[in-house]
C-alpha cells in the first residue's frame, strides 16, 4: 500500500509532550523562540575522512542540491548535518523540532520523522528500489505526527551506491512542501 495513513492527533500530542521534556531537560528551549526558521538537509558524508559502512550511499551531487536550495529560499537558513557524526539523542530530536523542512535520502535517518510535527515537512529523496510512487514508511510517519511529506525519486540512486538526484525536482518539492505549511 503506497498511501500514507491518516494522521493521528493522539500519536502527535504524546509525541510533542516528550520531546518538549527532552529539549527541558537539555536546556535548549530558550534557543528555540530566537532561530531563524531553517531547512534541514542530512547526509551520511562523514565531515572528515574516515570510512562508513555504507558511506557510498549518498546523494552525489547534494553540494549542488544545498546551493539551490540556498539561492532559492533566501528567508531561510538551509543547514547540512551529517548523520555520520554522534550526536546526543535530545541534540538530534531538537534539531528535528525546530527544522521547518527535513530533506534526506531513504534510509534509517529519517525514522527521526517520528519528531516531526504540524508546520514542518520531510522531503525524501527515495532510489529507484524503494519507490511504489511514493509514500515510504517515513511518509507514514510524518503524516501520523501532523507533519507534510513529499517525495523526490531519484532515478539514477541506488540503496547500494546512491546516486545524483535531479536538483531542480528537490527544490520545486520543498518549495511545494513550504507552501503547504502556510496554507
Not at 31 to 53: D, I, M, N
Not at 63 to 71: E, F, H, K, M, T
Not at 96 to 102: E, F, I, L, S
Not at 147 to 174: D, F, K, N, P, Q
Amino acid at each position: 500500500n503506497c498511501r500514507a495513513q491518516v494522521r493521528s492527533d493522539v500519536f502527535a500530542q504524546l509525541r510533542r509532550t516528550v520531546d518538549d521534556r527532552i529539549e527541558r531537560a537539555a536546556n535548549l528551549a530558550r534557543r528555540r523562540r530566537a532561530e531563524k526558521p531553517f531547512v534541514l538537509v542530512l547526509t551520511r558524508r562523514a565531515p572528515t575522512r574516515r570510512r562508513l559502512l555504507n558511506a557510498r550511499r549518498t546523494v552525489h551531487n547534494l553540494d549542488a542540491v544545498v546551493d539551490a536550495l540556498r539561492a532559492a529560499l533566501p528567508s531561510l537558513t538551509v543547514r547540512v548535518v551529517s548523520t555520520a557524526v554522534a550526536r546526543p539523542w535530545a541534540r538530534q530530536v531538537a534539531l528535528w523540532r525546530r527544522a521547518r523542512v527535513v530533506v534526506g535520502l531513504h534510509g534509517g535517518a529519517l525514522a527521526h520523522a517520528l519528531f516531526l510535527g504540524p508546520g514542518q515537512g520531510l522531503v525524501e529523496i527515495t532510489p529507484r528500489e524503494h519507490s511504489c510512487g511514493h509514500p515510504s514508511m517515513f511518509a507514514h510517519m510524518a503524516v501520523g505526527v501532523g507533519a507534510t511529506y513529499a517525495g523526490v525519486l531519484c532515478r539514477t540512486c541506488s540503496m547500494a551506491r546512491g546516486g545524483a538526484v535531479e536538483v531542480e525536482a528537490v527544490v520545486r518539492i520543498v518549495r511545494e512542501v513550504l507552501q503547504n505549511l502556510h496554507t
